[in-house]
C-alpha cells in the first residue's frame, strides 16, 4: 500500500519568503543585491566573537555544551533588562525569554494569541517575516491605515472589539522593514493612548532601534503601557545574525504560556551561543561597537539618496530613512515592481518586490531597497541600473500599441 500523507490545514497557509527565493538569485556572479535585509559582514566582531568562544569553552565547557533552562542564560537575561531600562523599559530579568532570533519569537506570539478567524492589527505595510510567523494559526489580518509616522490612531480606534476581539497591534515603530519609517513621539503617545482604549495590546518589534544615524528614537512603546505591550528585540543587527540570538520581554501574566510554546519549540536557544555573546557584550562592548555600524550605514545611506535623486525618473516617490537598512519606494504609475524583477535580474541588480509586504490590497508599484551590503561605489552603480531600467520600462509604457 502507498502511503499517503495528509498535512495540517495549516500547512496550507505556509508560504516561501520572496525575500528567501530572491536571495537565490542573487548568488548568481555579478548581481549587485539590494534585495536581502542582511546585515553588513563587514561589521561581524569576528576576533571579538573568537576569543569568547576560547574563554567560555576554557571556562565553562561542560555547562555551555549541556542543554539549557528554556528561559535562556540568566546572566544574558540581566543583561537585556538592564539595557531595555535605556529604553525606558522597567523590566525584570524574569519577564525576559531569550529566543532563536525574533523570528522565533513572532513565532511563539503568533502560537499563544493566535487564533482562527481572530483578528490581529498590522501596519500597512508591515513585515513579511511576521505575516509568514502568524499566517498558519488562521488569524484575519486587519490593515492599520498607515502614513509616512506609521499607523494612524484612529485607525487602531476602529479596530473590531467583538468577540473575537482583535488579539493585539504588531507594530515596528523604528526604521520599519520595509518603509524605513520612525514613529515620532507625539505618535507613539497616540497609538498607545488608542490601544490602551480600544483594549487592543501592542506587539512591539524593534530589531533597528539602535541603527540610527543622527538622533536616537523615542522613548519604546512597551515604556508607555508596560501592561499591555510584549517587546521583542534581536542581536542579529548589531553582533551577528548566525547566533539567532533574540529575546522577547513579556508582562508576568503571559510569560508562562510563553515559556511553554518555546519548551515545545525547541527546548531552548543553544547556551553556548548565549554564553559566547554574553562575554562578548558585558563589559560594554556594544556602546563602541554600535557607533561604527552607525557610521557605515549613513554612509551608504547618503550613497543611495544620492543615487535615486541623480538616476531615478520622475514621478518616483521615496523618503530618505533616519535609520536601520532600508528605502522604500514608489514607481510611476503603469509600473510594476515584480513584473519588472527578472528584467532587473537581467540588468545585475536585485530588489525586493513591496506587494509582498501587504495583508491587503498590495501596492504594485512598491519595492524594497536594502542600502547595507553594498559599497557607496556599488550602491551607485546599482541604483544607476535600477534607473536606466525604470526609464525604458515608462518609455515602452508610453509607446502606443502595434
Known sequence: MTTVW??????ARMNP????EILKVTEKPGILSMAGGLPSADTFPVEALKAACDRVLTQAPREALQYAASEGFGP???WVAARVATLGMAVRPDQVLITSGSQQGLDL???VLCDAGAPVAVETPTYLGALQAFTPYEPIFASLASDAEGPLPEAIAALPHDAPGTRFSYLLPNYQNPTGRVMGAARRAEVVEASRRAGVPIVEDNPYGDLWFDAPPPAALSSLWPEGSLYLGSFSKVLTPGFRLGYLIAPPELFPKLLQAKQAADLHTPGFNQRVVHEVIRDGFLDGHIPTIRQRYKANRDAMAAGLRDFLPPGCEWRSPEGGMFFW???PEG????ALLPQAV???IAYVPGAAFYAHQADARTLRLSFVTLTPELIGEGVEKLGRLLHEALEAAAEPAP
Do not use: C, H, P, Y
Open 6 to 11: 495528509t498535512q495540517a490545514r495549516r500547512a
Open 17 to 20: 519568503s520572496i525575500i528567501r
Open 76 to 78: 544574558l537575561r540581566e
Open 109 to 111: 506570539v503568533g502560537k
Open 329 to 331: 519606494v514608489r514607481l
Open 335 to 338: 509600473l510594476d515592481a515584480m
Open 346 to 348: 537581467e540588468a545585475g
